[in-house]
């Protein structure tokens, strides 16, 4: 399909596949709990396979997501290019700033190092592999969402794919986790992450490895 023919609706589909990606975790933890897994007590081997598996189902699910998004859009998220002023690159560093600052309270402390001392190195290497498979999911809902709302509301200047994510995945997590703490600083990150999507002029090369850091930072 010619991208210039696609509606806001194929875009937003594709942002809304990416998140329902993320379902499927509590699919495996409920398959867990059928087989009779504590889950939230897992043992390391428990905690690694279930990390496993979730980083092959989200990864198949983005790139199934793009080839989707190539076929019913004719949009191809690799093929935007677009070098950054000065300005562009001061402004990532303030969203870094501020996404460790936010997490350093949240925290009460450096989230890395916690989860390095808590997890120990082998935990802390997959978990954060599965946390870098959860950003391209996070990634993608931005980029589809941002072009959907383009389409409708010829703004493109506002980070829409931002407040989509927030929207969705951010406030998801009032339910996954059950806090509304929780799903209001995660929908808060959302539209930062956003923005920096924003920053970068939309390039998805630039824009992937930048989300995925100020995700697990």
């Known amino acids: 399909m010619d991208n210039r023919k696609a509606t806001g609706f194929d875009y937003l589909w594709c942002a809304l596949y990416a998140c329902a990606a993320f379902a499927l975790e509590l ?17 390391v081997s428990q905690s690694i396979i279930h990390w496993i598996i979730i980083i092959i189902l989200w990864v ?7 080839y989707i998004g190539k076929r019913t859009t004719g949009y191809d998220i690799w ?6 002023k000065a300005w562009q690159y001061i402004a990532i ?8 600052a936010a997490k350093y309270f949240d925290w009460n402390g450096f989230k890395v190092i916690k989860e390095w001392k808590s997890r120990g ?3 802390f290497t997959f978990q954060y592999i599965y946390y870098a498979a959860e950003g391209f999911l996070i ?9 959907a709302c383009e389409k409708w509301f010829k703004n493109e ?3 829409y794919g931002g407040i989509i994510l927030g929207l969705t995945w951010g406030l998801m997590h009032i339910f996954t986790k059950g806090s509304l703490g ?7 990150g959302g539209f930062l992450f956003g923005a920096a999507y924003m920053f970068v002029n939309k390039d998805f090369r630039k824009a992937l490895p930048i989300i995925v850091l100020l995700f697990v930072l």
Not at 139 to 147: D, E, N, W
Not at 182 to 188: D, E, F, K, T
């Open 157 to 159: 200047r506002i980070p």
């Open 121 to 123: 190195p082998l935990l």
């Open 182 to 188: 929780v799903g209001i600083l995660s929908a808060m």
């Open 93 to 100: 560093a303030v969203c870094f700033v501020v996404n460790i």
């Open 139 to 147: 990634a993608l809902v931005i980029v589809f969402g941002q072009i």
């Open 60 to 66: 198949a699910a983005g790139i199934l997501v793009i």
């Open 27 to 43: 699919l495996l933890v409920f398959i867990e709990g059928k087989i009779g897994l504590d889950t939230k007590h897992l043992t």
């Open 79 to 84: 093929n935007h290019r677009e070098k950054m």
